[in-house]
């Protein structure tokens, strides 16, 4: 059975954590530098975190009720 169109809604969210981390030519900088490590880096690191964060939501949200 179909989630409601209401949960539904919150599935544009997935495109986030899709699209962060391809903004590499805007992310393409050493500074600013956290504890040291470039932003490059930290950032990627930041849009896995944000990937499983986004993801967990969603889940969440459009799962069906009675179903773990």
Do not use: K
Request: glycine share 2%.
């Amino acid at each position: 059975m179909p989630a409601p169109a209401r949960s539904r809604r919150r599935q544009w969210l997935l495109l986030v954590p899709a699209v962060a981390p391809l903004l590499t030519p805007y992310a393409n900088r050493i500074d600013p530098a956290l504890f040291g490590i470039p932003f490059f880096f930290w950032y990627q690191f930041a849009c896995a975190l944000l990937a499983m964060l986004v993801i967990t939501v969603v889940h969440l949200a459009t799962r069906e009720d009675g179903h773990e």
